[in-house]
Every structure is written in structure tokens, then in C-alpha cells.
T-cell receptor, first 116, second 115 residues
Framework: AQTVTQSQPEMSVQEAETVTLSCTYDTSESNYYLFWYKQPPSRQMILVIRQEAYKQQNATENRFSVNFQKAAKSFSLKISDSQLGDTAMYFCAFMGFTGTASKLTFGTGTRLQVTL | DGGITQSPKYLFRKEGQNVTLSCEQNLNHDAMYWYRQDPGQGLRLIYYSQIVNDFQKGDIAEGYSVSREKKESFPLTVTSAQKNPTAFYLC??????????????FGEGSRLTVL
């Protein structure tokens, strides 16, 4: 079974600064997707960024980028120029392909607080 | 607008009662999922369905039941056998089952409290 580990329960960053959230995972599969989801106080889960394992290039979405290290099974999220609206829970997630099933396995989350 | 609608948003239940949480999507997605969220534990998969009239148990299916009679609907019943049902429940859907794009779209969630 796949596992996803987020070792930072809480983090804080000042507005306009850069912060990196860590994520490691364990799998025996060679092809899979990795995701970062954001859950603001409204509790609505929002996709931040997605990485396909067969792509060597790190995904980027505006101020959000990832550092994907496949051999190390590491998938960190970097948020540049942090904004107050980035305050949320951030979940790392893994989707493998077992047969025809696509299931998302989540980490326990990192609570990010952006301060003035 | 297309999306996923969960209802009710808040629900209170007495011990020993079954309760059903509704999840409807108009995204024409094949796959639907139910997750449970508890503080400090992330999201855990309860049940998922890839096509109509078929569903599979997730990691914590005990005490829950589902049905998938229509593509748009995937209701979750929390039965009296669920020993600790107080939680936040999230429904999600994805465009393709199997080897698709992977992205899940989520509803706004339902908060169940057992009194």
C-alpha cells in the first residue's frame, strides 16, 4: 500500500516570503501522479499543482512550484511571494494505478499560516 | 455552473441512528469517491465507484454503505455500526476511472456530529 508522509504539521511564513512544504511517499509503482491540494478555512479542497511521475521537469503554477525527486520519493511544494490568501491546510497526495482503480492517498497535512 | 453538491452541510444524529449524506455531480464524471477527514489524520478513503452499479471499499469502509444507481449520484449512509462517526465527510469525482488525468474535484463537505 502507498503511504504519504508530511512531517511538518504547522508552518508559518511572512507575507512576500518563500516557504517550502515537505512530502515523501512510498510506492513500488513506476508511474503515478502526485498532487498538492489546498484546504482554506472554507474547507473546500482546491487543486494547487499536479506532477506526473514520468515527467522529469518540475511542475509550476504561477507562484507554486514543486521539487520532484523520484529516486528519493520526495515531492516538496514551494510557495513564492506568499500571500495572506495562501493561509490554509496543504495536503500532499499520491495516485497510483492498481488495475483500473485510481485512488488518491493523502498525507496528514501541513497547516500554513501567512502573517503580515 | 458545473460542480459537486453535498448535502446537508451540517447534520446531527443520535447514537443508534442511520444517516445518509447526499452527493450529486453534474460534471459527467465516471468516478466518485467518499473521504472522511479527522483532525491530524488527513483524508481517508471510505468507498469509491468507477461506474454505475459498481463500487469498492476503501480503507475504512466498516460501518458505511453506498449505492451508485445513477452516474450523477453517490450517497453515503453512515450506519449505527460505525463506532465513531463524528467527522467531516468529503465527496469527490474525477473525469475518468482507471488511467486518467488523476484530478479529483471536491464538494464542500458535510459535517456530521453524533450527540
Amino acid at each position: 500500500a502507498q503511504t504519504v508522509t508530511q512531517s511538518q504539521p504547522e508552518m508559518s511564513v511572512q507575507e512576500a516570503e518563500t516557504v517550502t512544504l515537505s512530502c515523501t511517499y512510498d510506492t513500488s509503482e513506476s508511474n503515478y501522479y502526485l498532487f498538492w491540494y489546498k484546504q482554506p478555512p472554507s474547507r473546500q479542497m482546491i487543486l494547487v499543482i499536479r506532477q506526473e511521475a514520468y515527467k522529469q521537469q518540475n511542475a509550476t503554477e504561477n507562484r507554486f512550484s514543486v521539487n520532484f525527486q523520484k529516486a528519493a520519493k520526495s515531492f516538496s511544494l514551494k510557495i513564492s511571494d506568499s500571500q495572506l490568501g495562501d493561509t490554509a491546510m496543504y495536503f500532499c497526495a499520491f495516485m497510483g494505478f492498481t488495475g483500473t482503480a485510481s485512488k488518491l492517498t493523502f498525507g496528514t497535512g501541513t497547516r500554513l499560516q501567512v502573517t503580515l | 455552473d458545473g460542480g459537486i453538491t453535498q448535502s446537508p452541510k451540517y447534520l446531527f444524529r443520535k447514537e443508534g441512528q442511520n444517516v445518509t449524506l447526499s452527493c450529486e455531480q453534474n460534471l459527467n464524471h465516471d468516478a466518485m469517491y467518499w473521504y472522511r477527514q479527522d483532525p491530524g489524520q488527513g483524508l481517508r478513503l471510505i468507498y469509491y465507484s468507477q461506474i454505475v452499479n459498481d463500487f469498492q471499499k476503501g480503507d475504512i469502509a466498516e460501518g458505511y454503505s453506498v449505492s451508485r444507481e445513477k452516474k450523477e449520484s453517490f450517497p453515503l449512509t453512515v450506519t449505527s455500526a460505525q463506532k465513531n462517526p463524528t467527522a467531516f465527510y468529503l465527496c469527490a469525482s474525477s473525469a475518468t476511472s482507471g488511467r486518467g488525468t488523476g484530478e479529483l474535484f471536491f464538494g464542500e463537505g458535510s459535517r456530521l456530529t453524533v450527540l
